[in-house]
């Protein structure tokens, strides 16, 4: 499909909202993601080195 300006673009025929919301979503969706294994590896990491600091005393 040739878009005949920036805005005709955004809009994308008129399922512009519902093509640029489900980007939105899907972008949140990976950040979150992302930031939820974060929190999970830096709890294992402390918790290994809490055991290991256990261990070794």
Do not use: D, K
């Not at 950040?31 to 294994?37: H, I, N, T």
């Amino acid at each position: 499909m040739n878009w005949e300006s920036l805005s005709a673009f955004i809009e994308m025929g008129g399922y512009g909202t519902y093509v640029w919301g489900s980007f939105a979503v899907t972008i949140v969706c990976f950040a979150l993601e992302v930031v939820g294994l974060s929190v999970r590896h830096q709890h294992v990491l402390h918790e290994r080195n809490a055991h290991h600091h256990e261990a070794s005393t």
